[in-house]
């Protein structure tokens, strides 16, 4: 005889408490990675579900080594831009991104330094520029930004 299905009703508003110890600073970030690879048109597009596999690769490792890990969410965009030709034309594109958005959560990370958040954000960050042929990703962390560039690779 199959166990019986837990019946429960859902939660009511009254129900909800702060849970012990999960109240902290907000320390929130994003990865932006490009989808397209290189510079021109031409360079192949990924599917953000590539970004999630090598994220959650990412992760995987880290837990079964006994690290903490970041979680977070990804959605696909596309960033715009404009700059100005030698010439005095001005050129624009867009191109595909994965964004990797979340929180080190005080409930789970409030233990760690920042100093280690932006470790582990600069890791995850450079997996997937590896992972998705980009020569740039874009990070930010609370209330800083930064870039990484894979050094001399960077036409401009």
Known sequence: MPDPVDRRAPPKAEDFVVVPGSEGPRRDFRIAVGLREGWDEEGRVYDVSEAVRTARAWMRRRVAAGLPALSGMFGRAEVTYAWMR???????????????????????????????????????????????????????????????????????
């Not at 990797?100 to 330094?113: I, M, R, W």
């Not at 960050?125 to 980009?134: F, K, M, N, P, S």
């Open 86 to 156: 030698p010439d005095g034309s001005v050129g624009s594109d867009r191109e595909p991104v994965a964004l990797f958005t979340g929180e080190a959560v005080h409930a789970y990370l409030g233990h760690l330094p920042d100093a280690a958040l932006v470790g582990m954000l600069n890791e995850l960050a450079t997996e997937l520029g590896a992972a998705l042929g980009q020569e740039r990703i874009y990070v930010a962390f609370a209330d800083r930004t930064w870039i990484l560039d894979a050094e001399g690779r960077h036409g401009s």
